[in-house]
C-alpha cells in the first residue's frame, strides 16, 4: 500500500468489514399460510474488524499489507480501509478505500 503525508504524521489504519443487517421476527404458524416470520436482510453496515497505527514520513509512504489483523487472516467478503493522520493533536480528515478479499480457489 501506499499513500502520500505532506507532513510526518501518525497516521492510524481502520479496517472495516461490510456485513448484512437483518431484522428477526418470531416464527408462527397461520391457517392456511404455514410458517411465517424469520429474519430477513434490510441492509448492511460496517463492523470494526481492527486497527493500527504507521509512522509516516512526508512525502510518499509505503507498507506490505499481509491480510492479517490482529494475527488472523482476513475473511472473503468486502472491506474498507479507513485512514486518519494526526500531528500535534490535529487530525486530518479521513480517507477511505474498499477492496474485496475473494475465496481462495478450488
Known sequence: MSYRDSLAATSTLRLLRWTPLTHCTPRRTLPGHGTIGGCRRIGWHLVT????????????????????VNGHPLKPGRYTLQVTAALFGRQSREISAQFTILSPPR
Do not use: E, L
Open 49 to 68: 474488524v481492527g486497527s493500527f497505527t504507521h509512522q509516516d514520513y512526508a512525502g510518499i509512504n509505503r507498507f506490505r499489507f499481509s491480510g492479517r
